[in-house]
């Protein structure tokens, strides 16, 4: 069967997380992936966070479906193998540090010349302009300065990191959004062009709905816990039997609060003045919120989901990590797949999250450093077997 982004190359030389999430779901999607690395260590996720098991599970989750092929950038006949490549290839992405690539002479002026269609695109902290583009960016760096750790955590509490990599892999997805609007860009225009998504724009992007809010009501946005505007139910409630992730998260709109009482078996305080409309509920809050969790205490939380979800009221487990992991639906939407990798043997891993169905996805295990480079070299490159074993002799590959 043939695949969305079938006949699509794309060459990936960043590492990390931002740039080998977005080049990871293009895989899956279909692309013909090379992860472009160096002869002696490769991509350092690799070695991030490495243990006995040898290459790092940092790396396995983020770098599925994709060939490694390894070659000496700062060797002048790896330059030139590497322009061969990009003139066979459809699309660069590249996170290096701002000025990287074209110290090596290797940046997009040159590039285009090389290939006139190629889709050149940049990951950075802060992009190639603007004030801060000379500044390095992390994780945290892009949540601190795009809004998100403003606004999340309690009132009495800092601004919070949130795990979820929203600057990281959140930057990765916009990136593969801005490939695949090239590439359609192409189609019509004949050219390529340079895509450049930073960071700090991926987070601010994700944090539109803040900035809405303080247009709205005229001051920054105060952290607001687990509260969900002024819906109650709309909160975090514990449950039974009181571990630190048994919790439930109920959103019960106007129009399901019959239904919830219902399933509380309180259908009474329909008519109690206190909880009659939203207004009230709100103002009442602490009262009502304290029935909701006297009732939860005395259930486990996935109880409560499927009590509330065959109501019709939003409800949601707080899962923790090992709960995602086994999820039953999750591994019904092959969300959760368990791979191969040596010497580590199985590991779980997370599926694509795009469903087509045309072209269903297929995960398979993450390159071993360089492992494709001799027949990449042969079958792409055009590279003889004598000169092959001479490029590893000489460090080129």
Same mark, same amino acid.
């Given at each position: 069967?043939?695949?969305?982004?079938?006949?699509?190359?794309?060459?990936?030389?960043?590492?990390?997380?931002?740039?080998?999430?977005?080049?990871?779901?293009?895989?899956?999607?279909?692309?013909?992936?090379?992860?472009?690395?160096?002869?002696?260590?490769?991509?350092?996720?690799?070695?991030?966070?490495?243990?006995?098991?040898?290459?790092?599970?940092?790396?396995?989750?983020?770098?599925?479906?994709?060939?490694?092929?390894?070659?000496?950038?700062?060797?002048?006949?790896?330059?030139?193998?590497?322009?061969?490549?990009?003139?066979?290839?459809?699309?660069?992405?590249?996170?290096?540090?701002?000025?990287?690539?074209?110290?090596?002479?290797?940046?997009?002026?040159?590039?285009?010349?090389?290939?006139?269609?190629?889709?050149?695109?940049?990951?950075?902290?802060?992009?190639?302009?603007?004030?801060?583009?000379?500044?390095?960016?992390?994780?945290?760096?892009?949540? #601190? !300065?795009?809004?998100?750790?403003?606004?999340? *955590?309690?009132?009495?509490?800092?601004? %919070? +990191?949130?795990?979820?990599?929203? =600057?990281?892999?959140?930057?990765?997805?916009?990136?593969?959004?801005?490939?695949?609007?090239?590439?359609?860009?192409?189609?019509?225009?004949?050219?390529?062009?340079?895509?450049?998504?930073?960071?700090?724009?991926?987070?601010?992007?994700?944090?539109?709905?803040?900035?809405?809010?303080?247009?709205?009501?005229?001051? #920054? !946005?105060?952290?607001?816990?687990?509260?969900? *505007?002024?819906?109650?139910?709309?909160? %975090? +409630?514990?449950?039974?039997?009181? =571990?630190?992730?048994?919790?439930?998260?109920?959103?019960?709109?106007?129009?399901?609060?019959?239904?919830?009482?219902?399933?509380?078996?309180?259908?009474?305080?329909?008519?109690?003045?206190?909880?009659?409309?939203?207004?009230?509920?709100?103002?009442?809050?602490?009262?009502?919120?304290?029935?909701?969790?006297?009732?939860?205490?005395?259930?486990?939380?996935?109880?409560?989901?499927?009590?509330?979800?065959?109501?019709?009221?939003?409800?949601?487990?707080?899962?923790?990590?090992?709960?995602?992991?086994?999820?039953?639906?999750?591994?019904?939407?092959?969300?959760?797949?368990?791979?191969?990798?040596?010497?580590?043997?199985?590991?779980?891993?997370?599926?694509?999250?795009?469903?087509?169905?045309?072209?269903?996805?297929?995960?398979?295990?993450?390159?071993?450093?360089?492992?494709?480079?001799?027949?990449?070299?042969?079958?792409?490159?055009?590279?003889?077997?004598?000169?092959?074993?001479?490029?590893?002799?000489?460090?080129?590959?």
């Amino acid at each position: 069967m043939s695949k969305a982004l079938q006949g699509i190359r794309v060459v990936d030389m960043t590492h990390n997380q931002a740039g080998p999430a977005c080049t990871q779901i293009l895989a899956f999607l279909g692309a013909e992936v090379i992860k472009l690395e160096e002869p002696k260590g490769g991509d350092v996720a690799r070695r991030n966070m490495a243990d006995q098991h040898g290459d790092s599970l940092f790396f396995l989750v983020l770098n599925a479906n994709k060939q490694s092929l390894t070659l000496n950038l700062k060797s002048d006949e790896g330059k030139a193998l590497f322009k061969k490549l990009m003139a066979c290839s459809d699309v660069l992405v590249e996170n290096f540090s701002p000025g990287a690539l074209d110290r090596l002479g290797l940046g997009y002026e040159v590039l285009k010349q090389v290939n006139p269609r190629l889709i050149y695109a940049t990951i950075k902290g802060f992009g190639t302009y603007g004030p801060y583009s000379t500044y390095k960016s992390f994780e945290p760096i892009a949540q #601190a !300065m795009g809004g998100a750790m403003s606004v999340t *955590g309690f009132p009495d509490g800092p601004p %919070t +990191y949130m795990w979820p990599a929203i =600057g990281d892999s959140g930057t990765g997805m916009h990136m593969a959004i801005g490939i695949l609007a090239a590439l359609q860009q192409r189609h019509a225009s004949g050219r390529g062009q340079h895509v450049e998504v930073s960071m700090q724009d991926a987070v601010v992007n994700l944090c539109r709905v803040s900035l809405r809010d303080h247009q709205r009501y005229g001051h #920054a !946005m105060p952290r607001q816990g687990n509260q969900l *505007g002024r819906n109650v139910p709309g909160t %975090t +409630y514990a449950c039974h039997p009181g =571990g630190p992730n048994d919790y439930v998260f109920i959103f019960a709109q106007p129009q399901m609060w019959p239904a919830f009482l219902g399933v509380i078996g309180q259908p009474e305080l329909a008519e109690d003045e206190r909880f009659k409309t939203l207004e009230a509920r709100w103002e009442s809050r602490e009262a009502l919120n304290a029935i909701v969790e006297a009732w939860t205490r005395q259930r486990g939380k996935h109880e409560i989901m499927k009590l509330m979800g065959e109501a019709g009221v939003p409800c949601g487990a707080c899962q923790d990590t090992g709960e995602v992991l086994a999820d039953p639906h999750l591994k019904a939407r092959e969300m959760i797949v368990d791979l191969e990798y040596a010497p580590r043997g199985a590991y779980k891993t997370v599926g694509c999250p795009i469903k087509l169905s045309d072209s269903p996805a297929e995960i398979r295990r993450p390159p071993q450093l360089g492992e494709h480079t001799d027949d990449l070299l042969r079958e792409l490159l055009d590279v003889g077997a004598n000169d092959v074993q001479r490029l590893h002799d000489e460090g080129v590959v």
